[in-house]
C-alpha cells in the first residue's frame, strides 16, 4: 500500500526567502509519480508540479522545484522567493503506473504562513 | 483550466436524506474520481471510473454508490446521509491512468445535520 507522510503540520516563512515543505513516501511498485497540489483558503486544489520516479532531474516549475531523492523516498517541494499570496496549505501525493487508473494518495498537508 | 464543475457548490441536508453531487466535465477524459476532504486532512479517494460505466472503489467506499453514464457526468451518491459524511467532496479527472496529473473541480461543501 502506498503511503505519503508530511510530518510539518505547520510552516512559517519570511516574504522573499525560500522554504522547503518536506513530504515522504512509501511503495512498492517501481513506477510512481509524485505530485505537489496548493490549497488556497478559498479551497480549490491547485496542481505546481510533477516528479516520476525514473526521471533523472528534479523537476522545475517557475518558483517551484521537487527535490526528489529515490533512496530516501522523499520529494520535497521548495519554493524559492516567497510570496504572500504563496499562504495556503501544500499536498503531497503519489500515483502508481501499474493500477487501472492510477489512484493517488495524499499526505495530510503543510501550511505556510508567508509573513511580511 | 481543465473544464470541471460541480454541482451543487454547497448543500445542508439532514440525516437519513438521500444526496446526489454531480461532476461534469468538458474535454471527455476518460478517468474521473471523487475524493472527500475532512478538516485537516489531505483527500481519501471514494469511488473512480475508468470509462463509461465502468466503477471501483476507492479506500473510503461505504456509504457512497456512483454512476458514469455518459463520458462528461459522473454522480456521487449517498443514499442515506450521516453526519460523518460532512465533508468537502471533490472531483477529479485525468487523461490516462497512469502517471499524468489529476486536475480537480472546486469541490462541494455538503454538511449533514
Known amino acids: 500500500a502506498q503511503k505519503i507522510t508530511q510530518t510539518q503540520p505547520g510552516m512559517f516563512v519570511q516574504e522573499k526567502e525560500a522554504v522547503t515543505l518536506d513530504c515522504t513516501y512509501d511503495?512498492?511498485?517501481?513506477?510512481?509519480?509524485l505530485f505537489w497540489y496548493k490549497q488556497p483558503s478559498s479551497g480549490e486544489m491547485i496542481f505546481l508540479i510533477y516528479?516520476?520516479?525514473?526521471?533523472?532531474q528534479n523537476a522545475t516549475e517557475g518558483r517551484y522545484s521537487l527535490n526528489f531523492q529515490k533512496a530516501r523516498k522523499s520529494a520535497n517541494l521548495v519554493i524559492s522567493a516567497s510570496q504572500l499570496g504563496d499562504s495556503a496549505m501544500y499536498f503531497c501525493a503519489m500515483r502508481d503506473f501499474n493500477t487501472n487508473a492510477g489512484k493517488s494518495t495524499f499526505g495530510d498537508g503543510t501550511t505556510l504562513t508567508v509573513k511580511p | 483550466d481543465a473544464g470541471i464543475t460541480q454541482s451543487p457548490r454547497h448543500k445542508v441536508t439532514e440525516t437519513g436524506t438521500p444526496v446526489t453531487l454531480r461532476c461534469h466535465q468538458t474535454?471527455?477524459?476518460?478517468?474521473m474520481y471523487w475524493y472527500r476532504q475532512d478538516p485537516g486532512h489531505g483527500l481519501r479517494l471514494i469511488h473512480y471510473?475508468?470509462?463509461?460505466?465502468?466503477?471501483d472503489k476507492g479506500e473510503v467506499s461505504d456509504g457512497y454508490s456512483v454512476s458514469r453514464s455518459k463520458t462528461e457526468d459522473f454522480l456521487l451518491t449517498l443514499e442515506s446521509a450521516t453526519s460523518s459524511q460532512t465533508s468537502v467532496y471533490f472531483c477529479a479527472i485525468s487523461i490516462a491512468g497512469g502517471p499524468d496529473t489529476q486536475y480537480f473541480g472546486p469541490g462541494t461543501r455538503l454538511t449533514v445535520l
Open positions: 511503495t512498492s511498485d517501481p513506477s510512481y509519480g
Open positions: 474535454e471527455n477524459h476518460r478517468y
Open positions: 471510473s475508468y470509462g463509461v460505466k465502468d466503477t
Open positions: 516528479q516520476g520516479s525514473y526521471d533523472q
